[in-house]
């Protein structure tokens, strides 16, 4: 199994998208839009994690991409410090690894 760094974004400039929150909501609504769509869910961050976790091999940038996704969701999560505001970033974030296309994390 791959195991994921998760504290390597030490330096926000190096890493802008995954150490910004801004573009959540943009994210978010990409993942509620994939799930509504005929044409097919792309495969996620999730379906990444299963294939990890069943000792399949990930390519460089699948690993980048879960990394990023770590990384993305610590950072979102540590900027929140109302509890309910918590739970729903929390859901939003299941929303967004299961119909997100992992390839937006690269």
């Avoid at 791959?2 to 990409?30: A, G, L, M, T």
């Avoid at 929140?80 to 690894?97: A, G, N, Y």
């Amino acid at each position: 199994m791959h195991k994921i760094e998760r504290n390597h974004c030490s330096n926000k400039k190096d890493f802008p998208y995954i150490c910004s929150v801004s573009d959540f909501k943009s994210i978010y609504q990409k993942a509620l839009s994939s799930a509504k769509s005929e044409s097919g869910l792309p495969e996620s961050i999730n379906d990444l994690r299963i294939k990890d976790l069943n000792g399949e091999v990930l390519s460089t940038d699948q690993i980048t991409a879960l990394t990023n996704y770590e990384l993305f969701k610590k950072n979102l999560l540590e900027s929140v410090s109302e509890e309910d505001k918590f739970q729903e970033c929390v859901k939003k974030l299941s929303v967004i690894s299961n119909f997100t296309s992992w390839k937006d994390f690269v």
